[in-house]
């Protein structure tokens, strides 16, 4: 290995901190194709220190509307896209982040369930970079990598996922009308002696794929558990559940797990709380995110789930 520079010191969790980087990469190495990685421990969207890019030295984090600040910052933006990002963190593979991050990039790879300390296996990956392959064929290269990676080592429950972001908001428009739907009709009930569907939601949401943070379940799996339940008894939620389903996969490039603790991961969590105190807890945070900004039905119906 051949130590190119030496750089000072600095905060990770700092936005000025990631756009200092970016300007510098961009500047000395420019490049048609762009990837950038943001490493160090995630949370998802909801942790109060710990959202990406955790400092241990000063206990700061970036949360999402901070990463898109460094981001333009540094000229990173809808007409100057970043072709990869990636989120060598915990639990970033969420429906919510990607979309955040449409604007400023065209692929995000991230895990739904928490990373392993040696995070990726950056010699293999960096090996397939030497071809200039397409992004598409490079971010199946990463997801895979770090599968076998894992997989060599015997290190169970770990997941990666590669999302097309330009399809994240035909796919959030789906969890939102999925939202609005459920607002409307969680007390009903189909005939003497049926369960409501607020009680299946809440039963499904308990069962479904979830991981370290268990309020983040895996959307495919939580739709075709609610489907199991439902089917032909409700069609317009048929419908509705069967679109996300659909608009879900189509985020997927690429996606791979290794172990039986998340042999139902799909590539893609959303966020949906077991306790009204969590979802207090990060209620706000969660409403800053772009999926709540036209149509908010997935936040709503979390609002009446709680308050019901």
């Known amino acids: 290995r051949k130590v190119i520079q030496r750089k000072e010191e600095t905060d990770t969790g700092s936005p000025a901190a990631l756009t200092d980087f970016l300007n510098y990469g961009l500047k000395r190495y420019p490049s048609e194709k762009k990837i950038a990685v943001v490493w160090s421990h995630g949370s998802g969207f909801k942790a109060v220190t710990r959202d990406i890019g955790y400092d241990d030295t000063s206990g700061n984090s970036m949360d999402m509307p901070e990463i898109v600040f460094a981001l333009g910052k540094a000229g990173i933006n809808e007409r100057n896209k970043l072709d990869i990002i990636g989120f060598d963190a915990c639990l970033m593979a969420m429906l919510e982040v990607a979309h955040h991050l449409r604007k400023h990039a065209k692929i995000l790879v991230g895990s739904q369930q928490t990373e392993p300390g040696n995070g990726w296996p950056y010699d293999k990956i960096l090996k397939h970079l030497k071809h ?134 799909n590539g893609l969590s959303i966020w949906f709380p077991g306790s009204r105190e969590v979802y207090y807890l990060n209620r706000a945070k969660y409403l800053k995110l772009d999926c709540n900004q036209y149509n908010k039905g997935w936040s709503q119906f979390l609002d009446q789930f709680y308050n019901d």
């Open 132 to 265: 200039n392959p397409e992004p598409e064929k490079i971010v199946r290269h990463i997801v895979t990598e770090y599968k076998n990676f894992y997989r060599k080592k015997r290190k169970a429950d770990v997941t990666q996922s590669a999302i097309n972001l330009a399809n994240t908001g035909a796919a959030v428009n789906a969890l939102n009308d999925l939202g609005n739907y459920m607002c409307k009709n969680m007390a009903t009930a189909n005939g003497s002696g049926e369960v409501k569907v607020k009680t299946v939601l809440a039963q499904c949401r308990i069962a479904a794929q979830n991981f370290d943070f268990t309020d983040y379940i895996d959307v495919v799996d939580f739709c075709q558990l609610v489907l199991k339940r439902v089917y032909g008894r409700y069609p317009e939620l048929d419908a509705l559940l069967l679109k996300l389903i659909d608009k879900c996969k189509a985020c997927i490039i690429h996606q791979e797990y290794y172990g039986n603790g998340v042999n139902r991961s």
